[in-house]
C-alpha cells in the first residue's frame, strides 16, 4: 500500500492550495481517509478525515476553510485549503484506515508528507 501526498508549497496569507493523496495498493471505497499536519515542535494533528460514505469532520481550527473531498473511482483523496493563515503551516499527511476519526493511531496507512507554508 502506498499514499503519496502532493500540491503543497509556499503561499501568501488568505491564499489556497488544494493537496491531493494518490492511493494504492488498497480500495479506497473501503476506506476513511484523513489528514494530518505537524509543524515544528508541534504533535501530529488531525485536521480533517471523510468516511467512505463522504461524511466529513473537521478540526475547529479549519472548518469553514478547509474541505476534504474523495473520489473512490480513482483512488484518490483531497483536500482544499482556503484562506490559509500562517498557523496553517506545517507538513501535511494523509492517511488511511478503517475507523473515520482525526486520531492518527487508527490509520495503518500513511504518505510521506507534504510541506505548506504560509507567510507574507
Known amino acids: 500500500v502506498q499514499l503519496q501526498a502532493s500540491g503543497g508549497g509556499s503561499v501568501q496569507p488568505g491564499g489556497s492550495l488544494k493537496l491531493s493523496c494518490e492511493v494504492s495498493g488498497l480500495s479506497l471505497r473501503y476506506y476513511a481517509i484523513a489528514w494530518f499536519r505537524q509543524a515544528p515542535g508541534a504533535e501530529r494533528e488531525g485536521v480533517s478525515c471523510i468516511n467512505g460514505a463522504g461524511a466529513t469532520d473537521y478540526a475547529d481550527s479549519v472548518r469553514g476553510r478547509f474541505t476534504i473531498s474523495r473520489d473512490n473511482g480513482k483512488n484518490m483523496g483531497y483536500l482544499e485549503m482556503n484562506n490559509l493563515k500562517p498557523e496553517d503551516t506545517a507538513i501535511y499527511y494523509c492517511?488511511?484506515?478503517?475507523?473515520?476519526?482525526?486520531?492518527?493511531?487508527?490509520?495503518?496507512?500513511w504518505g510521506q508528507g507534504t510541506q505548506v507554508t504560509v507567510s507574507s
Open positions: 492517511a488511511a484506515g478503517l475507523v473515520t476519526s482525526r486520531n492518527y493511531p487508527n490509520y495503518s496507512f
